[in-house]
């Protein structure tokens, strides 16, 4: 059985997102998270299993950027073992916040959206699916 978790990132803010690291520690990417996610767009990458009995684990980080400010990092991780649950953890600036959907199975696909807060403010998240 192989392991796979794709993600997708949806930029709803009025910034950018400008890829400022990204690292794969169990996996391979494919493709490699983009470099910049405009406002209004959604991108998407992968990492897959490339060993027996492995699952994935990585992380992505950007910097949001609106007009020629730095509002600080934006940060999304994810780990499908080969035995366990998902977890899945996201950091962003003050007045901003993630959604996050789906995320279940062996072969993930979880969705990530980051928006501008609606009451209160979230800056670091942890979540654990079942399979």
């Not at 209004?40 to 990458?45: E, I, P």
Request: proline share 7%; charged share 10%.
């Amino acid at each position: 059985m192989a392991i796979s978790t794709q993600v997708i990132l949806t930029n709803s803010t009025p910034g950018l997102l400008v890829r400022v690291g990204h690292h794969v520690s169990s996996g391979v990417w494919h493709p490699a998270p983009p470099v910049l996610i405009p406002p209004g767009k959604v991108d998407t990458w992968e990492t897959d299993a490339d060993g027996f009995m492995t699952g994935v684990k990585g992380w992505v980080g950007y910097v949001l950027i609106i007009d020629t400010t730095s509002l600080g990092a934006v940060y999304v991780a994810w780990e499908n073992p080969y035995s366990g649950d998902n977890s899945y953890a996201d950091l962003c600036p003050p007045g901003y916040a993630f959604t996050i959907v789906g995320g279940g199975s062996s072969n993930a696909v979880v969705g990530f959206t980051l928006a501008i807060a609606k009451g209160a403010e979230t800056v670091e998240r942890y979540a654990t699916v079942a399979k």
